[in-house]
């Protein structure tokens, strides 16, 4: 079974524009992890935040986390085509052994 | 550079069939993993190991098997072949003591079972 869900399932944009993409789970967590995914090739870890952080940037990325609601965000501001990619999220948590477990992601389409 | 690499990248092979799939890492990581992805359901975890004789089930085990006789290499087996293993296969893998931190992850093997 799935932890973590995405919303939307797919997402189309123009170059430039911010991307916004949710994450929701059930049981409490140790880390939230997003992790991006080009066609045809292995997940790139992107960012982790921590039960206890409630933002995080990297570069373009924005990750907040909300315990108290079980979610998540991942923020892309100024897109661009090679953001064209599946995001998911994955999270950590005791109820699944310290192990992760993967949402089924949100397929991100940036149009030049 | 380090690095995690799965071969074959594309299998195909026949219903009843034994076949393994390979997974090299050079991170010197203790742990590693297998998930298949399908569509509609993301990654599911198959089997794991936190160290050199150490595997575990995942969620989605049956007809799957795994030996872990060195830190590098997590070979998956296939004990017959299914249609319903027609999946696109990756091996991950983490540093630390337990599988919650980031996943380095290979590149992939898809495989069909006519």
């Known amino acids: 079974s799935q932890q973590g869900e995405e919303d939307p399932q797919a997402l189309s944009i123009q170059e430039g524009e911010n991307a916004t993409m949710n994450c929701s789970y059930k049981?409490?967590?140790?880390?939230l992890q997003w992790y991006r995914q080009n066609s045809g090739r292995g997940l790139v870890h992107l960012i982790l935040?921590?039960?206890?952080?409630r933002e995080k940037h990297s570069g373009r990325l924005r990750v907040t986390l909300d315990t108290s609601k079980k979610s998540s965000s991942l923020l892309i501001t100024a897109s661009r085509a090679a953001d064209t990619a599946s995001y998911f999220c994955a999270t950590d948590s005791k109820a699944a052994g310290n192990k992760l477990t993967f949402g089924g992601g949100t397929r991100v389409l940036v149009k030049p | 550079d380090a690095e995690i690499t799965q071969s074959p990248r594309h299998k195909i092979t026949e219903t009843g069939r034994q076949v393994t799939l390979a997974c090299h890492q050079t991170w010197n990581h203790n742990n590693m993993f297998w998930y298949r992805q399908d569509l509609g359901h993301g990654l599911r975890l198959i089997h794991y190991?936190?160290?050199?004789?150490?595997?575990n089930k995942g969620e989605v085990s049956d007809g799957y098997s795994v030996s872990r006789s060195n830190t590098e290499d997590l070979p998956l087996t296939l004990e017959s072949a299914a249609s319903s293993q027609t999946s696109v296969y990756f091996c991950a893998s983490s540093r630390g003591a337990n599988g919650g931190n980031e996943q380095f992850f290979g590149p992939g093997t898809r495989l069909t079972v006519l």
């Open positions: 049981t409490s967590i140790n880390n």
């Open positions: 935040i921590r039960s206890n952080e």
């Open positions: 190991s936190y160290g050199v004789q150490d595997t």
